[in-house]
């Protein structure tokens, strides 16, 4: 099955600064990768996502790049703000006999420190 | 509203009493899972259903059982639960099949489980 390897598993920057969490999967089939932002207490949230057939998907201050070749993608947090404090997934979307499944990664502890 | 619902979202109970956590959705989803949630180890699932009557293991499935009679329901059952199963849990849906390459999953508010 598949497996997804997300680093590191916790990340400490300035308020202002960049963020970058990586991803690898092993299955190749793999065609879907979604990022989640869980806050404190709360339930995990979808905050981008990127299609096999992509290399590169933004949305204001976050973006998400694929290496389909290297089976490795990341998410890089540009500006980041206190408020992007959280703990972050990736995911990777099972595109063989069992569609839809998602494995998801270890998870990455985001600290923005104002 | 679309939205999943687990309940309870809190519950502490005692070695080998059986237990059910329901988990409903309201968005006609075929796709519908279970997670636990440990520090360090992510989210893990346990189940997942591709459709009625259609079931399937996830990578941690020892202890826990499912079913899926209804498209809305996906219950969690724990028949014997034991103190390793004490964990924060997560009901999640999606359609099976993607709308133009996406297919987002949304999750229930969460389960927090004791199992003293």
């Known amino acids: 099955g598949e497996n997804v390897e997300q680093h590191p598993s916790t990340l400490s920057v300035q308020e202002g600064d960049s963020a970058v969490i990586k991803c690898t999967y092993s299955d190749s089939a793999s065609n879907y990768f979604p990022w989640y932002k869980q806050e404190l207490g709360k339930r995990p949230q979808l905050i981008i996502d990127?299609?096999?057939?992509?290399g590169e998907k933004k949305d204001q201050r976050i973006a998400v790049t694929l290496n389909k070749t290297a089976k490795h993608f990341s998410l890089h947090i540009t500006e980041t703000q206190p408020e992007d404090s959280a703990v972050y997934f990736c995911?990777?979307?099972?595109?063989?006999?069992?569609?839809?499944?998602?494995?998801f990664g270890q998870g990455t502890i985001l600290t923005v420190h104002p | 509203e679309a939205q999943v619902t687990q309940n309870p979202r809190y519950l502490i109970t005692v070695t080998g009493k059986k237990l059910t956590v329901t988990c409903s959705q309201n968005?006609?989803?075929?796709?519908m899972s279970w997670y636990r949630q440990d520090p360090g180890l992510g989210l893990r699932q346990i189940y997942y259903s591709m459709n009625v009557e259609v079931t399937d293991k996830g990578d941690v499935p020892e202890g826990y059982k499912v079913s899926r009679k209804e498209k809305r329901n996906f219950p969690l059952i724990l028949e014997s639960p034991s103190p390793n199963q004490t964990s924060l849990y997560f009901c999640a849906s999606s359609l099976s099949y993607p709308r133009g390459g996406v297919n987002i999953q949304y999750f229930g508010a969460g389960t927090r489980l004791s199992v003293l």
């Open positions: 968005m006609n989803h075929e796709y």
């Open positions: 990127i299609r096999s057939n992509v």
């Open positions: 995911a990777a979307r099972d595109g063989g006999t069992s569609y839809g499944k998602l494995t």
